[in-house]
Nanobody, 121 residues
Framework: QVQLVESGGGLVQPGGSLRLSCAASGSISAINAMGWYRQAPGKQRELVAT???????NYADSVKGRFTISRDNARNAVYLQMNSLKPEDTAVYYC???????????????WGQGTQVTVSS
């Protein structure tokens, strides 16, 4: 089995920073893209940022210039540095990874359980 475990969420004031981490574990042969998505109350889940194994990055327009995604391929980990946080960034943030298990020949998408980020004064 494969698990994605997020950490680093919490409560922060507007203008503050948080760093999210996500580590993938289990019977992993390879990981292609990894990324972060978020879901605010009453809204659909939306892409925040993605990064391929080779380092190609994509950001949602709403976070460009404020958030930075990075990954450590040796640790099967992905990170999200969030600066200049705004109340509208409040959401549950989910880690996502496209994983090839050792027992498989196909990549499959996995999700973490989510971590709450609340931006409020």
């Amino acid at each position: 089995q494969v698990q994605l475990v997020e950490s680093g969420g919490g409560l922060v004031q507007p203008g503050g920073s948080l760093r999210l981490s996500c580590a993938a574990s289990g019977s992993i042969s390879a990981i292609n893209a990894m990324g972060w998505y978020r879901q605010a109350p009453g809204k659909q889940r939306e892409l925040v940022a993605t990064i391929t194994r080779g380092g190609t990055i994509n950001y949602a327009d709403s976070v460009k210039g404020r958030f930075t995604i990075s990954r450590d391929n040796a640790r099967n980990a992905v990170y999200l540095q969030m600066n200049s946080l705004k109340p509208e960034d409040t959401a549950v943030y989910y880690c996502n990874a496209d994983v090839l298990r050792r027992s498989s020949v196909y990549f499959r998408e996995y999700w973490g359980q989510g971590t709450q980020v609340t931006v409020s004064s």
